[in-house]
């Protein structure tokens, strides 16, 4: 993991110099948590390697099965804690949830890209594909915990966290679908162009 910590610093020090000179708090917002997606990318990497190592799996295998849990709680955390300690708006918790998600796909393709992943078309379309679905899932938790916490939800914080474990675990298995699709030679482009199709509707406004 020394390459992937390396290639993790050299992407956030900037990030963090304009962190720091940028006084736009919406701007600022957008770079931390980059950051924070990626230092949870970097997080569920060494958890993906420990993960498959213990449990004998094969790659494809973690893909479907460990990864998506590891990858989706790591990616709820920072956003869990930015709302319950900031108390966001909405606007402001789903640009914080995508900014998550994209920084957290960009160190993850970064990896596969020294892995040997070469196929210039291939990292393009695997690069737009990743990046939204990272997105998507985290922002699908987040828009789930500001709904459930507002005044005219009238249900119990137990029946809200349960329901929270749900949006998650529905965030797990788009996920999981998505690693299957990908990671099978005849629906790979399908699962690829799925992501970047709810992208192009969700941004059409249709």
Request: charged share 10%; net charge neutral.
């Amino acid at each position: 993991m020394g390459l992937e910590l390396n290639i993790l610093l050299c992407i956030a020090a900037p990030l963090l110099v304009m962190f720091y000179i940028v006084s736009d708090k919406s701007v600022r917002r957008v770079l931390l948590f980059l950051i924070l997606g990626m230092v949870a990318g970097y997080a569920a990497g060494f958890g993906n390697s420990v993960t498959t190592q213990i449990a004998g799996l094969t790659s494809v295998e973690a893909a479907l099965y460990t990864a998506p849990v590891i990858e989706e709680c790591l990616k709820a955390l920072p956003i869990i804690i930015y709302f319950l300690i900031f108390k966001p708006d909405f606007k402001q918790l789903l640009a914080a949830a995508i900014s998550c998600g994209a920084g957290f796909a960009t160190l993850e393709n970064v990896t596969y890209l020294i892995n040997g992943m070469s196929d210039s078309a291939g990292i393009l379309l695997r690069g737009f594909s990743t990046g939204v679905m990272h997105a998507m899932t985290v922002s699908l938790f987040a828009a789930f915990l500001w709904y459930v916490t507002q005044n005219e939800v009238k249900r119990s914080w137990f029946i809200r966290i349960m329901c929270g474990f749900g949006i998650l675990a529905s965030g797990i298995t788009l996920h999981g679908c998505y690693n299957l699709l990908v990671n099978s030679s005849a629906y790979a482009v399908i699962g690829y162009l799925i992501p970047i199709a709810i992208a192009v509707v969700y941004g059409a406004g249709l």
